[in-house]
């Protein structure tokens, strides 16, 4: 069986990946707007062991999550919107081979992005794939203490940890429509991880 999980670099979707590698042919996609260089996804992945490749994303989408953002004055509903899309995106499949099921990093304690149970099965429904979010039962500290058993991970603020993610992309383009301040408005200070490779006798 096939799967293709939306990766970032980060520990959760490289926890997810590990846990779904005994059942399926793991593939890592990184979504992209084509803002950034989806680069450090490639290096995570190769470090876990695990092919990687990129799907295009919808630009309009990523103007609305922008747009939703600076309205809002934070970015939840933003980020949501395309972390949504993304599932739907990499669902489809037109981007590869067709997948059996497309599955994610979110968590039990996630309060954006999630997945809820209609829009999963809507999904299934719609493009005939298993929607899978492995650590949707795991909180955060169990979450942590199997990323220290088997992942190698770098952590700093969300400027200085280069990843392939959806923020990553959004906060580029707050600066470009709106200007250097509104990124420090938008978003709170947040601690970001990014995968370097497995830890000593994993895999």
Known sequence: MRSALLFSA??????????????YDVTLVSGTFGVVDPEPAREAAA????AH?????????????????????YPRNGVQLV????????????????VDAVADGTRRDDRVPTVERPLAQSVEDR??????APLAGIGRGAVDDMVADRLVVET????????????????????????????????????????????????
């Open 127 to 132: 493009f005939d794939v298993d929607y899978l």
């Open 53 to 73: 490749e990129t799907v295009e994303l919808d630009p309009a989408v990523a103007s609305e999550a922008v747009e939703r953002m600076y309205a809002d004055g």
């Open 47 to 50: 470090a876990l062991g695990f």
């Open 10 to 23: 980060g520990k959760d979707s490289s926890l997810a990946a590990l846990l779904l590698d005994p059942f």
């Open 156 to 203: 700093g603020p969300s400027e200085t940890v280069a990843k392939a993610d959806y923020e990553v992309e959004l906060r580029a383009m707050l600066v470009e429509e709106y200007g250097d301040g509104t990124v420090d408005e938008v978003f709170p200070d947040h601690t970001q991880s990014r995968v370097r490779g497995l830890s000593d006798g994993s895999r």
């Open 83 to 98: 972390h949504e899309h993304a599932v739907e995106r990499v669902a489809a499949g037109e981007w590869t081979e067709r």
